[in-house]
T-cell receptor
Framework: AQSVTQLDSQVPVFEEAPVELRCNYS??????LFWYVQYPNQGLQLLLK??????LVESINGFEAEFNKSQTSFHLRKPSVHISDTAEYFC????????????FGTGTKLQVIP | DAGVTQSPTHLIKTRGQQVTLRCSPI?????VSWYQQVLGQGPQFIFQ???????GRGNFPDRFSARQFPNYSSELNVNALLLGDSALYLC????????????FGSGTQLSVL
C-alpha cells in the first residue's frame, strides 16, 4: 500500500516570492510520483510527473519537483510565484506496475498574496 | 477535442436513495477511473475500468458499482446513499490501462441530505 503526506494544508506567499510545497510518500514497491493542481470548481490537472531517469522534473509554467528516494520526498518548488498560481496542489503516487490506483495527499492550498 | 465530460454537475439526494453518475472519456481513451473527493481531502480511488472490464477497485463498500460501455463511457452507481457519500465524484480517463497521465473531468458534486 502507498500513502502520501502533505504536512502543509495552506501556504500563503507574496507574489514573486519563492515557494516550496512539501510531499513525502511511503511505499513498499517502486512508484510513479505526480503533482496535480486543482483550480476552484475544476477537476485536477497534471502539473508534472516523475517516472524514471532524472530526479528533477519541470513543468511548462515554471514549477519543478525533485525526487529524493532516500528521503522519500517529492517537494514542489517555484522560484517566483504569480497570482494565477493560486490553487490547491495535490501530491500523488501510484505503483509503477499494475493498474492506475493513484493515492493522493490531502492537498496544499497555495494562496498568492498581491 | 472535448475533454472528459461528467453529468450531472450537481445532484441532491436523500439518504437511502440511489444515484447514477455518468462520464464520457476523451475520444480515443479506453480507460476510465472514478475517484471520490470529500471536502478538505484528496481524491480517493474507487474503480478503474479498461475495455469494459474492472481493472482495479478501491476500499469502498459494495454499495458502489460501476460499468463501462462499448463506447468507453462509464457510469458509477451508488445504492442506499449515506450522508457520508456527499462528495465530489471525479472521473478520469487515459489512453491505456497503465497510462501515466490521467485527464480529469470537472466532477459531479453529490449532496446527500
Amino acid at each position: 500500500a502507498q500513502s502520501v503526506t502533505q504536512l502543509d494544508s495552506q501556504v500563503p506567499v507574496f507574489e514573486e516570492a519563492p515557494v516550496e510545497l512539501r510531499c513525502n510518500y511511503s511505499s513498499s514497491v517502486s512508484v510513479y510520483l505526480f503533482w496535480y493542481v486543482q483550480y476552484p470548481n475544476q477537476g485536477l490537472q497534471l502539473l508534472l510527473k516523475y517516472l524514471s531517469g532524472s530526479t528533477l522534473v519541470e513543468s511548462i509554467n515554471g514549477f519543478e519537483a525533485e525526487f529524493n528516494k532516500s528521503q522519500t520526498s517529492f517537494h514542489l518548488r517555484k522560484p517566483s510565484v504569480h497570482i494565477s498560481d493560486t490553487a490547491e496542489y495535490f501530491c500523488a503516487v501510484r505503483p509503477s506496475g499494475g493498474y492506475q490506483k493513484v493515492t493522493f495527499g490531502t492537498g496544499t492550498k497555495l494562496q498568492v498574496i498581491p | 477535442d472535448a475533454g472528459v465530460t461528467q453529468s450531472p454537475t450537481h445532484l441532491i439526494k436523500t439518504r437511502g436513495q440511489q444515484v447514477t453518475l455518468r462520464c464520457s472519456p476523451i475520444s480515443g481513451h479506453k480507460s476510465v477511473s472514478w475517484y471520490q473527493q470529500v471536502l478538505g481531502q484528496g481524491p480517493q480511488f474507487i474503480f478503474q475500468y479498461y475495455e469494459k472490464e474492472e481493472r482495479g477497485r478501491g476500499n469502498f463498500p459494495d454499495r458502489f458499482s460501476a460499468r463501462q460501455f462499448p463506447n468507453y463511457s462509464s457510469e458509477l452507481n451508488v445504492n442506499a446513499l449515506l450522508l457520508g457519500d456527499s462528495a465530489l465524484y471525479l472521473c478520469a480517463s487515459s489512453k491505456t490501462a497503465l497510462g501515466e497521465k490521467l485527464f480529469f473531468g470537472s466532477g459531479t458534486q453529490l449532496s446527500v441530505l
